[in-house]
């Protein structure tokens, strides 16, 4: 595993002048970025009365991931490219990422071979109509052509992607790979994005872009089973729809957006109150599965300016909890706030420190079903004293090479994972993450 990022980081750096110069060309022909991050996470022993089979390990665990990407990017035509991202993972969270609902690691994977594994991530078309003649201008970086754009727009987009590449965003708090680690800062945590296992699905959207509004729409397959890699097809009987309204605005001469998003998933999803009228104890939620389940909810996601270097970020998010998680995370409701402060008071310009709180909750069939000594594909501790969960995290960025390499430290304040009282820790978190980039 080391040996392969070794190799990518050189990469990087013998490639790093040669980006410096893409990047000054307008309307670049091809793109070529690249990015290696490595996490490691310590987590003391803690206590906890009982343990079942995707319980959070109440004994001491250390545990290390690592993704590589390779992003190509070609422009075909005025308004039009392609991108493909060949990427590269290997390792896991503490305890496989399981028996936390906010998950400690944004890099990690429910997947059961933690050896480095090549796949490709994304492959996609998108095109672009201007609706006006104004430009602006945008630098080359990951999945993006360096040069000018329209001001205001129609795009179309088909391919295998990230939806949340395209929805939920926010500048303070998204990327695990340079911000917040926990899986319910970087997105809604209630929002069960259409993914397989590794975060990616053949979708189409479209967005309209203006500089103060913007509209999105997705559809997107979604797996044959519960966090599985096979997608469904049969698109008449399953796919997750994703619409979101986004607006910019300044506060006091500060820059902010505010996002509205909903979502409407059908699949072969089991439900929670029919597996209990099955077996009361110890029920399956496999042996309700079947086609036309839906899951549907919504999520409000802020971002605000404070001061030039100060900003703030708030999400909510809801979805109805009837049937299980099908693609994210076992979350039903959450509620999210943080600040980011960049090092320019002290002369550090892209140093960051974090620090933010995040609580989740589920709802009642969902806590009956786990209280029965059901098991998602996330938690199941064989029994369940609810309360909600809630988790601190604080984090420091520090540039080594400027624009190319970063450290990071973070700390990470649990208490009830997986809902449970029984076992409420607190659980401690520490991690350390080298993120490398060209």
Known sequence: MYSITLVLLIIIGNKAIVAQQVDSVENERLTIHAQTTIVNQYKPAFTAKYSGDNSLVPQEESKTSITSTLYLGLRLWDGASVCMNPEIAGGSGLSEALGIAAATNGETFRIGNPAPQIYLARLYYNQIIALTSDRTSQQSDFNQLGGSVPAEYLSFTIGKISAADYFDDNRFSHDPRTQFLSWALMSNGAWDYPANTRGYTPSIVLEYVSPENELR?????VPLTANGNEMNWDVFKAGSHTIEYTHRHRIGGQSGALRVLGFFTTATMGNYRQSLALAPVNPRIEDTRKNGNTKYGFGINVEQNVTADL????????????????????IDRSVSAGLSLSGLRWMRMNDNVGVAYVTSGISAPHREYLQAGGKGFMLGDGNLNYSWEHLVELYYSAELIENHLYFTGTYQFLVNPGYNIDRRGPVNVFSVRLHARM
Do not use: A, K, P, Q
């Open 217 to 221: 729409y997705g559809f997107s397959l």
């Open 311 to 330: 900003g703030l970020f708030i999400r909510g998010s809801w979805n109805d909890g009837n049937s299980e998680t099908w693609m994210f995370t076992e």
